[in-house]
């Protein structure tokens, strides 16, 4: 059979199947801090993102886009900590907010999480801790030692124990071609480090047999020179009381392929106390942390796992290697003792792992301990061992029963106590042994000791023991039921101690449902109080736990109407529909018994679904008619109810009307006033008020007045009337006011109110005829109807409150008033007088329009002169004297011009018809600029407009009379230019007047303006900005006189006339003013730039002979390429300031002799290192070398590298090396040289350089001129550069040259700086052009090949032979058997192919192998089966053989395998057997192994044709337990032996007296005598006896009877016996008194019956085995027993 594995191996996730880039799969970018989370960092694309996979859902990763140099995931909980260069911050994901942040001083080199809320950090000098907790800081530990500061020291992890008391840091470096393990071990209690050599290391609590506490173990491992070690110490001192754990140093195996593997990684499982220590090679080790014993060791990863965790589900180890694999390894706890046993050979170490991790495989080593303590009578060793004994197998009542049947030794405590002793040391008793203990403890009253026990949990509890506890103590049984869980007995417990309140609660936890109603029952007898208070438990939840009927019919039966009452309000308070009845039922009891708690109930609204109806009545019967009214629906029974107003609650009643639809409440209003309006007016009216709105104020309104009660309807609209909009509303108020006689109230709700209609309450008003007309007064006033109020008081003899009105009430209204009074004729003198009374408190300006309207102002006079004679200023006032004065013509012009006060557009307007000039006069002194405009025009006043405008100086007035609508604008420029601005001597007058000349556009008529102001001699003609704007106007309007105005005029701004006059194309003019005024500079500008006339600029250059004017044309003949006269210019002008410009001309028109010149003249000038530049530049251009060669010996500002790039881009190489070599170029020096063909001077100038794109360059070269020996020279300087390698062969192989290209390769590839690419390119190049060669060159260099590029360059050149040998060193072990198997001709060799095809990861490939030898090799295919054998699936390899119908081609793989017990295996190797006729194999073959099909073979074998065949049927039918189908096989054959050993094995006794039955049918008397000695135990007496007697055969069944006689009497015997010992121990044990036994510490005695009693005397006793019976000793003649006839 295979072998078992100690270990469970088991791949989780494959990180790239999740989308990880196998390059971030390593320890820089990959973290794992526990078995929760794996975070890995990304970058994709330009963007950075850290990836957080949570192993609990791999399949859904997290990707956040975080910019990270390092992130760690909490071991707990979604909290990552990020590092940004110094930067630390730790972010909680889920709420999405940063917890901490900090500023380390130093780069943190190594960090990680110690625990779930502690970072360590690992920086260049130290190391420290950092809490999450708080605004703590990173808390220095300890400096790191000088063996873990080196360079080329890389730390690789971090650890700490339990107590975070030893601290341990780890790295690693590389030495003397070997890895090198440090660690650094640290006491913070002592504060001292030691430094270890070491690689993997863990810390762990461990707790030693005998020991109080638990000690701290450090594990460490190191491969060093001499090979592996396995450290386990204790560190510190150990506990008091504590045993020193004792050192461990084993040794770690490395297997010889893997010479330079090391350990990487430790964990130790807290679970078995196992360590698991990772290699870097993927090996495994198992140790055991007591003893160090090696358990397991094997590879499991074929890539380093480079980080690993603690796999908390299976306290196993949890790591992932370069592949993205997450794989775990953990102790099979099926198996692992079992290997231990069988495979370590170590059963200490088996029965030391199975006690102390309680895991099974070591039953039978335990039991045959046991047994053989026991034997030797060592009973207390025997108890420990049942103790420890893991999962109970030796804690039965068969054990029990064993120390039981032993005799107590005197003066030793018995065995079975000791038993029990150790077993309560050990922890708690199971079920039987508590039992049995308890029994003698109860028996003697020490209670005491069980209530000990108990309480510490030595006991298992069960219902047994707490019916046996309950005969002593119920209490104590209690809590023996409840902790076995025995809810019936419990709640019986409960109730018998009066302990209700507990047997709900315990109900619910436990889940178990009693009869309440008959506990409830029970309890009402004992206490209603408490009887209450078990109900409301009983109702306390959603479901009740009892029926709440039969709750209450229980309180009914007692009476207890209060108890019923507070639980029903208790159990009902949900309200809920089907609990209806119960409400209707509280409510009834309660209002026949105790109406104050019904109305109580009621006024709280807790319920709602009761008989409403129903209740209504009881409580009208009760007096309750509130709770009457709120519950009937009827309104006849509403009407009958609401009328007893007085017995009712006022506020209550009128908001219970909001209750009521709108036809009911009114009629309910109505019946009350029907029934006494006297008392219940005022609650009709407080109903009325609140619900006017929904009943309608209009049907409110009406129902009053149907009773004719104005009181009511007063006091009703008056407390709405204020709030109201209703016009009728307010009337009908007013109304009933009056008809009540408030008067006051009706005067203030015409002066307040706005919503009634006034016409309608005027008319009403007069018709009411008040005494008091002051409420018509305010409505008239209010609504201007003061002219009907003055008719109607005038007409009525009421004039005394005319000037009631306008003396108090609005003295405003005065103008209507007077207006009104002029209307009825009243006389002039009460008009006046009238009007004289009121001073100054109404509008001058209504009252003027008022009696204007009627003509007859004038009797306003004397008020108006009396109002200016008291010193009025008001305008109205003057307004009205000016009109008077202008009608009676009282000298006006004098009033209009020195008056202060009218106001000048009233006064104007008034005059307009009667005359313009006096309306000219009012418009002018009030400035109204329209009104004047526009009544000179119309009477054609233009040179009083024009005086006015040039006065007025606005430029929106100018504007308005100067556009082109004015159909006036010619007659008033004539006046403006003719009259007003001759006249005028004001400069502001002219300047506003010639802006709104040109703001209006009118040019023409500008110049016109302007000529006559400047040209003719006046004030204004040497005013520099009016000839400024004549010339501007000449040249917008009219350009033939700009030239005679710029001849003529001399005091203008020059320089901007002429820029004006170039921005107008006027060139010649503009050159005129800057040639009058001699400014040179822009004169030649206007020639240049506008004129465009180079030789008129040459020649007024030469007459005025400036630079600046030199300077100017040299720049204009520059830009027109005219560049050897520029360059004469510039000369002449002595001006460097545009070398640039010259240089880039002078470049691109090839003058470089002019340049020449010009740089000379400007380096004289200017120190530029660009001038220097160019010249030298210029130099070369020219071919004057000797001169270049000078001036750059000499001292100069040139940029020689930079003209030396330009030389060679334009090609001029002699050029080029001067100045390279001048300045030690030697990598552009070795460029040009190889231009100029001088190869071996560019191989000297590149080895100068040493520059590797020099080398390229030369060595392409010297390729290209096929100078191979100096290109193999430079390309040995550039092979040795992996990134160069490529091209170098490409160039190469583009131009044919593959000898030299490999020449140069085996030349390079003894250099020191050889690298993998050459060899790789090497073997690239050999799988091209010579592959004969390839296989030498790789089995030389295969380590230091790129394998999967050499791979494709192998499989693309069809060398099958060499791309199996890269598959097979690369591990790709699937390709290598699939390429063998694809192209078996070239790659197939049988050692190989057997050797590389046990190590592929695809069992596929193994069935592909098998039809591949089917089909090829099939004499083989046994030697490959033989190979294959440890890995595959015999069942299916049996299978695939049996297809290809080859199954006898196999045997001896069959026959190898048999030993595994495979089903399939067995059955085809048995089927060969048959067919083969080896019943011998067949036999020995199910003998061996079983299984296979038993039914289905001995079906098969029953109907073959060889007797042997058929009798193994038989036997196989026998083992199946088919009976009677062997015995009936085996009659059928004769085999008489098989048919009664078969018989007698079946312990039927129908089918042996069967067989015997049939023996005698077919005469074989011997075989009758045989089978009665076969199947003695079996048989019958009586049945035999009768046989032997009807067939004559007594002498053969004589023996039998014989015996069966013995028998019997023997057990006769034996009873009596026991019988007597039985009567003999019960009379010593009465007579004997009692025992006290035991061990004193546990302070147990037993009495009578302690023991268990032995069984009667023969009582199921049996002949033994192999022994014949007494009184046969021999058979009958001629007979074998067992056997068939002789």
Same mark, same amino acid.
């Given at each position: 059979?295979?072998?078992?594995?100690?270990?469970?191996?088991?791949?989780?996730?494959?990180?790239?199947?999740?989308?990880?880039?196998?390059?971030?799969?390593?320890?820089?970018?990959?973290?794992?801090?526990?078995?929760?989370?794996?975070?890995?960092?990304?970058?994709?694309?330009?963007?950075?993102?850290?990836?957080?996979?949570?192993?609990?859902?791999?399949?859904?990763?997290?990707?956040?886009?975080?910019?990270?140099?390092?992130?760690?995931?909490?071991?707990?909980?979604?909290?990552?900590?990020?590092?940004?260069?110094?930067?630390?911050?730790?972010?909680?994901?889920?709420?999405?907010?940063?917890?901490?942040?900090?500023?380390?001083?130093?780069?943190?080199?190594?960090?990680?999480?110690?625990?779930?809320?502690?970072?360590?950090?690992?920086?260049?000098?130290?190391?420290?801790?950092?809490?999450?907790?708080?605004?703590?800081?990173?808390?220095?530990?300890?400096?790191?030692?000088?063996?873990?500061?080196?360079?080329?020291?890389?730390?690789?992890?971090?650890?700490?124990?339990?107590?975070?008391?030893?601290?341990?840091?780890?790295?690693?470096?590389?030495?003397?071609?070997?890895?090198?393990?440090?660690?650094?071990?640290?006491?913070?209690?002592?504060?001292?480090?030691?430094?270890?050599?070491?690689?993997?290391?863990?810390?762990?609590?461990?707790?030693?047999?005998?020991?109080?506490?638990?000690?701290?173990?450090?594990?460490?491992?190191?491969?060093?020179?001499?090979?592996?070690?396995?450290?386990?110490?204790?560190?510190?001192?150990?506990?008091?009381?504590?045993?020193?754990?004792?050192? #461990?140093?084993?040794?770690?195996?490395?297997?010889?392929?893997?010479?330079?593997?090391?350990?990487?990684?430790?964990?130790?499982?807290?679970?078995?106390?196992?360590?698991?220590? *990772?290699?870097?090679?993927?090996?495994?080790?198992?140790?055991?942390?007591?003893?160090?014993?090696?358990?397991?060791?094997?590879?499991?990863?074929?890539?380093?796992?480079?980080?690993?965790?603690?796999?908390?589900?299976?306290?196993?180890?949890?790591?992932?290697?370069?592949?993205?694999?997450?794989?775990?390894?953990?102790?099979?706890?099926?198996?692992?003792?079992?290997?231990?046993?069988?495979?370590?050979?170590?059963?200490?170490?088996?029965?030391?792992?199975?006690?102390?991790?309680?895991?099974?495989?070591?039953?039978?080593?335990?039991?045959?301990?046991?047994?053989?303590?026991?034997?030797?009578?060592?009973?207390?060793?025997?108890?420990?061992?049942?103790?420890?004994?893991?999962?109970?197998?030796?804690?039965?009542?068969?054990?029990?029963?064993?120390?039981?049947?032993?005799?107590?030794?005197?003066?030793?405590?018995?065995?079975?106590?000791?038993?029990?002793?150790?077993?309560?040391?050990?922890?708690?008793?199971?079920?039987?042994?508590?039992?049995?203990?308890?029994?003698?403890?109860?028996?003697?009253?020490?209670?005491?000791?069980?209530?000990?026990?108990?309480?510490?949990?030595?006991?298992?509890?069960?219902?047994?023991?707490?019916?046996?506890?309950?005969?002593?103590?119920?209490?104590?049984?209690?809590?023996?039921?409840?902790?076995?869980?025995?809810?019936?007995?419990?709640?019986?417990?409960?109730?018998?101690?009066?302990?209700?309140?507990?047997?709900?609660?315990?109900?619910?936890?436990?889940?178990?449902?009693?009869?309440?109603?008959?506990?409830?029952?029970?309890?009402?007898?004992?206490?209603?109080?408490?009887?209450?208070?078990?109900?409301?438990?009983?109702?306390?939840?959603?479901?009740?736990?009892?029926?709440?009927?039969?709750?209450?019919?229980?309180?009914?039966?007692?009476?207890?109407?209060?108890?019923?009452?507070?639980?029903?309000?208790?159990?009902? #308070?949900?309200?809920?529909?089907?609990?209806?009845?119960?409400?209707?039922?509280?409510?009834?009891?309660?209002?026949?018994?105790?109406?104050?708690?019904?109305?109580?109930?009621?006024?709280?609204?807790?319920?709602?679904?009761?008989?409403?109806?129903?209740?209504?009545?009881?409580?009208?019967?009760?007096?309750?008619?509130?709770?009457?009214?709120?519950?009937?629906?009827?309104?006849?029974?509403?009407?009958?109810?609401?009328?007893?107003?007085?017995?009712?609650?006022?506020?209550?009643?009128?908001?219970?009307?909001?209750?009521?639809?709108? @036809?009911?409440?009114?009629?309910?209003?109505?019946?009350?006033?029907?029934?006494?309006?006297?008392?219940?007016?005022?609650?009709?009216?407080?109903?009325?008020?609140?619900?006017?709105?929904?009943?309608?104020?209009?049907?409110?309104?009406?129902?009053?007045?149907?009773?004719?009660?104005?009181?009511?309807?007063?006091?009703?609209?008056?407390?709405?009337?204020?709030?109201?909009?209703?016009?009728?509303?307010?009337?009908?108020?007013?109304?009933?006011?009056?008809?009540?006689?408030?008067?006051?109230?009706?005067?203030?709700?015409?002066?307040?109110?706005?919503?009634?209609?006034?016409?309608?309450?005027?008319?009403?008003?007069?018709?009411?005829?008040?005494?008091?007309?002051?409420?018509?007064?305010?409505?008239?006033?209010?609504?201007?109807?003061?002219?009907?109020?003055?008719?109607?008081?005038?007409?009525?003899?009421?004039?005394?409150?005319?000037?009631?009105?306008?003396?108090?009430?609005?003295?405003?209204?005065?103008?209507?008033?007077?207006?009104?009074?002029?209307?009825?004729?009243?006389?002039?003198?009460? *008009?006046?007088?009238?009007?004289?009374?009121?001073?100054?408190?109404?509008?001058?300006? $209504?009252?003027?329009?008022?009696?204007?309207?009627?003509?007859?102002?004038?009797?306003?006079?004397?008020?108006?002169?009396?109002?200016?004679?008291?010193?009025?200023?008001?305008?109205?006032?003057?307004?009205?004297?000016?009109?008077?004065?202008?009608?009676?013509?009282?000298?006006?012009?004098?009033?209009?011009?020195?008056?202060?006060?009218?106001?000048?557009?009233?006064?104007?307007?008034?005059?307009?018809?009667?005359?313009?000039?006096?309306?000219?006069?009012?418009?002018?002194?009030?400035?109204?600029?329209? $009104?004047?405009?526009?009544?000179?025009?119309?009477?054609?006043?233009? #040179?009083?407009?024009?005086?006015?405008?040039?006065?007025?100086?606005?430029?929106?007035?100018?504007?308005?009379?100067?556009?082109?609508?004015?159909?006036?604008?010619?007659?008033?420029?004539?006046?403006?230019?003719?009259?007003?601005?001759?006249?005028?001597?004001?400069?502001?007058?002219?300047?506003?007047?010639?802006?709104?000349?040109?703001?209006?556009?009118?040019?023409?008529?500008? *110049?016109?303006?302007?000529?006559?102001?400047?040209?003719?001699?006046?004030?204004?003609?040497?005013?520099?900005?009016?000839?400024?704007?004549?010339?501007?106007? +000449?040249?917008?309007?009219?350009?033939?006189?700009?030239?005679?105005?710029?001849?003529?005029?001399?005091?203008?701004?020059?320089?901007?006339?002429?820029?004006?006059?170039?921005?107008?194309?006027?060139?010649?003019?503009?050159?005129?003013?800057?040639?009058?005024?001699?400014?040179?500079?822009?004169?030649?500008?206007?020639?240049?730039?506008?004129?465009?006339?180079?030789?008129?600029?040459?020649?007024?250059?030469?007459?005025?002979?400036?630079?600046?004017?030199?300077?100017?044309?040299?720049?204009?003949?520059?830009?027109?390429?005219?560049?050897?006269?520029?360059?004469?210019?510039?000369?002449?002008?002595?001006?460097?300031?545009?070398?640039?410009?010259?240089?880039?001309?002078?470049?691109?028109?090839?003058?470089?002799?002019?340049?020449?010149?010009?740089?000379?003249?400007?380096?004289?000038?200017?120190?530029?290192?660009?001038?220097?530049?160019?010249?030298?530049?210029?130099?070369?251009?020219?071919?004057?070398?000797?001169?270049?060669?000078?001036?750059?010996?000499?001292?100069?500002?040139?940029?020689?590298?930079?003209?030396?790039?330009?030389?060679?881009?334009?090609?001029?190489?002699?050029?080029?090396?001067?100045?390279?070599?001048?300045?030690?170029?030697?990598?552009?020096?070795?460029?040009?040289?190889?231009?100029?063909? @001088?190869?071996?001077?560019?191989?000297?100038?590149?080895?100068?350089?040493?520059?590797?794109?020099?080398?390229?360059?030369?060595?392409?070269?010297?390729?290209?001129?096929?100078?191979?020996?100096?290109?193999?020279?430079?390309?040995?300087?550039?092979?040795?550069?992996?990134?160069?390698?490529?091209?170098?062969? +490409?160039?190469?192989?583009?131009?044919?040259?593959?000898?030299?290209?490999?020449?140069?390769?085996?030349?390079?590839?003894?250099? @020191?700086?050889?690298?993998?690419?050459?060899?790789? $390119?090497?073997?690239?190049?050999?799988?091209?052009?010579?592959?004969?060669?390839?296989?030498?060159?790789?089995?030389?260099?295969?380590?230091?090949?790129?394998?999967?590029?050499?791979?494709?360059?192998?499989?693309?050149?069809?060398?099958?032979?060499?791309?199996?040998?890269?598959?097979?060193?690369?591990?790709?072990?699937?390709?290598?058997?699939?390429?063998?198997?694809?192209?078996?001709?070239?790659?197939?060799?049988?050692?190989?192919?057997?050797?590389?095809?046990?190590?592929?990861?695809?069992?596929?490939?193994?069935?592909?192998?098998?039809?591949?030898?089917?089909?090829?090799?099939?004499?083989?295919?046994?030697?490959?089966?033989?190979?294959?054998?440890?890995?595959?699936?015999?069942?299916?390899?049996?299978?695939?053989?049996?297809?290809?119908?080859?199954?006898?081609?196999?045997?001896?793989?069959?026959?190898?395998?048999?030993?595994?017990?495979? #089903?399939?295996?067995?059955?085809?190797?048995?089927?060969?057997?048959?067919?083969?006729?080896?019943?011998?194999?067949?036999?020995?073959?199910?003998?061996?192994?079983?299984?296979?099909?038993?039914?289905?073979?001995?079906?098969?074998?029953?109907?073959?044709?060889?007797?042997?065949?058929?009798?193994?049927?038989?036997?196989?039918?026998?083992?199946?337990?088919?009976?009677?189908?062997?015995?009936?096989?085996?009659?059928?054959?004769?085999?008489?032996?098989?048919?009664?050993?078969?018989?007698?094995?079946?312990?039927?006794?129908?089918?042996?007296?069967?067989?015997?039955?049939?023996?005698?049918?077919?005469?074989?008397?011997?075989?009758?005598?045989?089978?009665?000695?076969?199947?003695?135990?079996?048989?019958?007496?009586?049945?035999?006896?009768?046989?032997?007697?009807?067939?004559?055969?007594?002498?053969?069944?004589?023996?039998?009877?014989?015996?069966?006689?013995?028998?019997?009497?023997?057990?006769?015997?034996?009873?009596?016996?026991?019988?007597?010992?039985?009567?003999? @121990?019960?009379?010593?044990?009465?007579?004997?008194?009692?025992?006290?036994?035991?061990?004193?510490?546990?302070?147990?005695?037993?009495?009578?019956?302690?023991?268990?009693?032995?069984?009667?005397?023969?009582?199921?006793?049996?002949?033994?085995?192999?022994?014949?019976?007494?009184?046969?000793?021999?058979?009958?003649?001629?007979?074998?027993?067992?056997?068939?006839?002789?």
């Amino acid at each position: 059979m295979a072998q078992v594995l100690p270990i469970k191996f088991q791949e989780h996730l494959q990180l790239q199947n999740v989308g990880i880039n196998p390059a971030n799969i390593g320890f820089a970018s990959l973290t794992l801090e526990s078995d929760k989370f794996i975070c890995v960092r990304e970058k994709v694309g330009e963007q950075s993102q850290v990836v957080i996979i949570d192993l609990a859902n791999a399949s859904n990763p997290t990707r956040r886009p975080i910019s990270a140099d390092s992130a760690i995931m909490n071991p707990a909980s979604r909290v990552i900590a990020l590092k940004a260069g110094r930067t630390l911050q730790i972010f909680n994901i889920e709420m999405k907010s940063k917890m901490k942040s900090h500023e380390m001083g130093e780069e943190v080199v190594f960090w990680k999480w110690i625990s779930v809320n502690t970072v360590a950090l690992v920086t260049e000098t130290s190391v420290y801790h950092w809490s999450m907790e708080g605004d703590s800081q990173p808390l220095k530990k300890f400096d790191r030692h000088s063996s873990l500061m080196g360079p080329g020291c890389q730390i690789i992890n971090y650890r700490v124990d339990k107590a975070q008391k030893w601290l341990l840091l780890i790295g690693i470096s590389a030495q003397q071609n070997r890895v090198v393990g440090a660690m650094q071990l640290f006491s913070v209690d002592r504060q001292v480090s030691q430094p270890i050599e070491g690689h993997a290391a863990a810390f762990a609590q461990f707790k030693m047999d005998g020991n109080a506490t638990e000690s701290t173990i450090f594990a460490f491992a190191v491969r060093s020179p001499q090979g592996g070690k396995l450290h386990v110490i204790e560190v510190g001192q150990p506990a008091a009381g504590n045993q020193p754990f004792q050192k #461990k140093a084993v040794d770690v195996f490395f297997p010889p392929e893997a010479q330079n593997d090391f350990p990487v990684a430790m964990q130790i499982s807290d679970r078995y106390n196992v360590i698991f220590l *990772i290699t870097k090679y993927g090996y495994v080790h198992l140790y055991d942390l007591e003893t160090g014993v090696c358990i397991y060791m094997n590879r499991i990863s074929s890539d380093t796992i480079f980080v690993t965790a603690s796999h908390d589900a299976t306290s196993g180890i949890i790591g992932v290697n370069r592949k993205g694999q997450v794989l775990t390894v953990s102790v099979d706890e099926a198996n692992i003792v079992s290997y231990i046993t069988s495979v370590l050979q170590n059963p200490d170490l088996a029965l030391r792992m199975a006690v102390r991790n309680n895991l099974p495989g070591a039953e039978e080593l335990f039991v045959r301990k046991f047994n053989m303590l026991f034997q030797q009578m060592q009973y207390a060793e025997a108890a420990r061992v049942a103790a420890k004994a893991p999962r109970g197998i030796l804690r039965t009542s068969q054990t029990i029963q064993r120390f039981q049947a032993l005799p107590a030794q005197p003066g030793q405590t018995a065995p079975l106590l000791q038993y029990f002793g150790i077993l309560l040391e050990q922890g708690q008793l199971n079920k039987y042994e508590s039992l049995e203990l308890c029994r003698p403890v109860l028996q003697q009253g020490k209670k005491q000791l069980l209530e000990k026990w108990l309480k510490e949990d030595k006991l298992e509890c069960g219902e047994e023991l707490g019916d046996l506890v309950k005969q002593v103590d119920p209490t104590l049984a209690l809590s023996v039921y409840l902790r076995a869980n025995v809810p019936n007995k419990v709640i019986q417990c409960f109730a018998e101690t009066g302990q209700f309140q507990k047997i709900v609660l315990y109900a619910k936890k436990v889940g178990f449902s009693p009869d309440y109603v008959f506990l409830l029952r029970n309890v009402m007898r004992i206490n209603a109080e408490q009887g209450l208070g078990f109900a409301n438990m009983l109702v306390q939840d959603e479901q009740p736990l009892a029926d709440l009927n039969s709750i209450v019919d229980v309180f009914m039966e007692f009476s207890l109407i209060q108890q019923c009452t507070s639980f029903l309000l208790d159990a009902l #308070k949900n309200n809920r529909p089907a609990e209806g009845h119960l409400q209707t039922r509280l409510l009834e009891m309660n209002l026949m018994q105790a109406p104050q708690v019904a109305d109580a109930i009621l006024g709280n609204q807790m319920f709602t679904h009761y008989d409403r109806a129903h209740v209504a009545q009881l409580c009208e019967q009760a007096g309750l008619l509130q709770r009457a009214l709120e519950h009937y629906t009827d309104l006849f029974d509403i009407k009958r109810a609401i009328v007893h107003t007085h017995m009712l609650n006022p506020e209550w009643l009128v908001n219970y009307f909001g209750s009521l639809s709108v @036809e009911d409440s009114i009629e309910c209003i109505r019946a009350m006033l029907q029934a006494n309006i006297r008392q219940n007016l005022q609650i009709c009216v407080q109903v009325a008020t609140k619900y006017h709105e929904q009943l309608t104020t209009a049907a409110l309104i009406e129902l009053f007045e149907s009773f004719k009660s104005f009181e009511g309807l007063f006091y009703f609209l008056g407390s709405i009337v204020n709030f109201s909009q209703e016009s009728d509303v307010h009337f009908k108020y007013i109304q009933a006011a009056c008809k009540t006689g408030q008067v006051k109230e009706v005067e203030r709700i015409c002066r307040e109110s706005n919503c009634y209609d006034p016409d309608r309450v005027k008319n009403f008003l007069k018709e009411a005829r008040l005494t008091d007309q002051l409420p018509l007064i305010i409505v008239c006033d209010r609504f201007d109807f003061v002219h009907d109020l003055v008719l109607y008081l005038y007409k009525n003899n009421l004039q005394k409150y005319i000037e009631i009105y306008v003396q108090k009430v609005n003295p405003s209204r005065l103008p209507v008033v007077a207006g009104g009074l002029l209307d009825v004729d009243c006389a002039e003198d009460v *008009i006046k007088q009238l009007i004289m009374t009121v001073r100054g408190q109404f509008s001058t300006d $209504e009252l003027v329009e008022e009696v204007e309207k009627r003509n007859r102002l004038k009797i306003l006079l004397p008020w108006l002169e009396a109002r200016i004679h008291d010193g009025s200023t008001e305008p109205a006032t003057h307004n009205a004297l000016a009109k008077i004065y202008i009608d009676s013509n009282n000298n006006p012009e004098r009033f209009l011009r020195e008056n202060q006060y009218y106001d000048s557009r009233v006064v104007g307007r008034y005059c307009e018809k009667r005359d313009p000039h006096m309306a000219c006069i009012a418009y002018e002194r009030g400035q109204c600029d329209e $009104e004047l405009i526009l009544v000179c025009n119309e009477n054609s006043l233009f #040179k009083s407009e024009a005086r006015y405008l040039v006065k007025r100086r606005d430029a929106d007035l100018w504007a308005s009379v100067l556009t082109d609508e004015n159909a006036f604008r010619r007659q008033l420029i004539d006046q403006v230019v003719q009259t007003a601005l001759t006249e005028t001597q004001d400069p502001d007058d002219v300047s506003v007047t010639v802006k709104a000349f040109m703001t209006a556009d009118l040019p023409n008529e500008l *110049i016109e303006l302007l000529e006559k102001i400047v040209l003719e001699n006046t004030l204004f003609s040497e005013h520099r900005n009016l000839q400024n704007l004549l010339i501007l106007t +000449a040249i917008k309007a009219d350009r033939t006189r700009v030239m005679e105005y710029i001849t003529r005029l001399d005091n203008y701004d020059a320089p901007d006339i002429a820029n004006i006059a170039i921005s107008s194309e006027l060139y010649e003019e503009a050159f005129a003013i800057f040639k009058k005024f001699e400014v040179n500079t822009s004169a030649v500008e206007v020639l240049i730039e506008h004129v465009h006339n180079l030789d008129r600029a040459y020649e007024f250059a030469e007459r005025c002979n400036e630079p600046a004017v030199w300077s100017l044309l040299a720049k204009a003949q520059l830009d027109s390429l005219l560049v050897k006269e520029a360059v004469d210019s510039y000369i002449k002008a002595d001006d460097p300031s545009a070398y640039v410009e010259v240089i880039e001309a002078a470049k691109t028109s090839g003058n470089f002799e002019e340049l020449v010149k010009y740089l000379q003249m400007a380096r004289k000038k200017a120190k530029e290192s660009s001038i220097d530049t160019e010249l030298v530049f210029a130099y070369a251009m020219t071919g004057r070398l000797a001169e270049l060669e000078e001036f750059i010996s000499g001292p100069n500002h040139a940029q020689i590298q930079q003209v030396g790039d330009r030389c060679y881009d334009e090609k001029m190489y002699e050029a080029a090396k001067i100045l390279f070599n001048n300045i030690s170029n030697f990598a552009r020096l070795a460029s040009a040289q190889v231009h100029l063909g @001088e190869y071996q001077n560019a191989v000297d100038s590149a080895r100068k350089a040493n520059s590797t794109r020099t080398w390229k360059e030369v060595c392409f070269a010297c390729v290209d001129g096929e100078e191979f020996r100096l290109a193999q020279m430079c390309g040995l300087h550039i092979v040795v550069h992996a990134d160069e390698l490529n091209e170098l062969i +490409a160039y190469y192989e583009n131009r044919g040259y593959f000898e030299e290209i490999i020449s140069l390769l085996e030349a390079a590839l003894g250099l @020191e700086r050889a690298h993998m690419g050459m060899f790789t $390119e090497l073997s690239i190049l050999y799988s091209k052009y010579k592959p004969h060669k390839m296989r030498e060159h790789l089995e030389l260099f295969w380590s230091r090949v790129n394998i999967p590029k050499v791979l494709r360059a192998a499989e693309q050149a069809h060398l099958w032979a060499e791309l199996v040998f890269l598959y097979d060193k690369y591990e790709e072990f699937d390709n290598a058997i699939g390429t063998m198997m694809s192209h078996p001709t070239d790659a197939w060799k049988e050692a190989q192919f057997k050797d590389i095809v046990t190590k592929v990861a695809n069992i596929e490939i193994y069935y592909r192998a098998l039809q591949f030898y089917l089909d090829n090799k099939p004499m083989l295919i046994n030697d490959l089966l033989l190979v294959l054998s440890p890995r595959l699936d015999h069942t299916r390899a049996v299978s695939f053989f049996v297809r290809a119908n080859q199954l006898p081609l196999v045997k001896p793989y069959l026959r190898s395998v048999q030993n595994l017990n495979n #089903k399939a295996v067995n059955e085809a190797l048995n089927g060969l057997l048959i067919d083969e006729e080896d019943y011998q194999g067949v036999r020995n073959s199910i003998d061996a192994f079983d299984n296979f099909d038993n039914i289905a073979l001995a079906q098969r074998l029953e109907r073959h044709d060889l007797l042997e065949f058929r009798r193994i049927g038989a036997y196989l039918y026998k083992g199946n337990n088919r009976w009677k189908q062997s015995v009936e096989l085996c009659k059928k054959d004769r085999l008489y032996r098989d048919a009664m050993t078969y018989s007698s094995e079946s312990r039927d006794p129908a089918i042996a007296e069967d067989l015997i039955a049939w023996f005698l049918d077919i005469g074989n008397r011997e075989c009758f005598a045989a089978c009665l000695f076969q199947c003695y135990d079996l048989l019958h007496p009586d049945v035999i006896l009768e046989l032997a007697w009807r067939h004559n055969i007594m002498d053969f069944a004589m023996p039998y009877i014989i015996q069966v006689l013995r028998e019997y009497t023997t057990k006769v015997d034996r009873l009596q016996v026991a019988d007597k010992e039985r009567e003999e @121990e019960r009379e010593k044990q009465e007579n004997q008194p009692s025992i006290v036994y035991g061990e004193p510490q546990l302070m147990i005695t037993s009495g009578p019956g302690m023991g268990m009693m032995p069984p009667p005397p023969g009582a199921g006793m049996m002949p033994p085995p192999g022994m014949g019976q007494p009184g046969f000793q021999g058979a009958a003649p001629g007979f074998q027993p067992g056997y068939g006839p002789m």
